[in-house]
């Protein structure tokens, strides 16, 4: 059905749906927005679905967006750069009201993109030894459609210590920062996933999805108009000299000129 996706669901309506570009670190690509989008869609909507797991294949989890759609942005009109970022913020939108439990299964590490993805889940669970970060300022991006989500996980205050300094930390501080539910070694983490997604199949599935519909109404909005915000935010940062030198010099394997 996918190309960047894989889905598997049990006998018990628990789907598995993994970021299948292993060989990319699953950087998000645009194949892959869509996809994740149409995924998130069918799988809120189908009925025998009880508890979604998220995860990626291979060693990462999500290295962020792919560089190379990235790039391509970064020399596009300003129409294509808008219709692009949309494409990504409403990807984001999808997973993040789908209406059903959405468990992240954080099996390696994460940057950029990857983090709004573990920012998405109803809880996420990672590894010992994983790293993370919000890598995009290093790039002269700025952590723009994936910023309403990440700060609604970890509060403003704790955002702030990592969403400006494209600092890496390791699961141990992903967890105070509330990013990770916890965090547990590799062996165990199949077990601890499955912790939190056992609980679910005593409940009334259409319970569930009305209860996190509400924990969202109760929480402040991330609106139409906030997303639009982050989408001119994100398109604008990609016409920008800063992201032009600090991809090209991704690419070039150099350090950006803004490097002391």
Known sequence: MYNTLKIDTDARGVATLTLSREDKHNALSEEMLVELTDAAGKLGADAS????????????????GDLRWMQEQVEADPTTRMLKARKLAEMLQAMNTMRKPLIGRV???AFGGGIGMMSVCDVAIGVTGAKFGLTETR??????TIGPYVVARMGEAMARRVFMSARIFDSVEAVTLGLLAKAVAPEDLDAAVEAEVAPYLNCAPGAVGD???LVRALSPEISEAVIDDTIGALAGRWSSPESAEGISAFFDKRKPAWVA
């Open 139 to 144: 790039l002269g991006l700025i952590p723009a």
């Open 211 to 213: 209860a996190k519909a």
């Open 49 to 64: 679905v009880r508890v979604v797991i998220l995860t990626g294949a291979g060693k990462s989890f999500c290295a962020g």
């Open 107 to 109: 099996q390696g590490q």
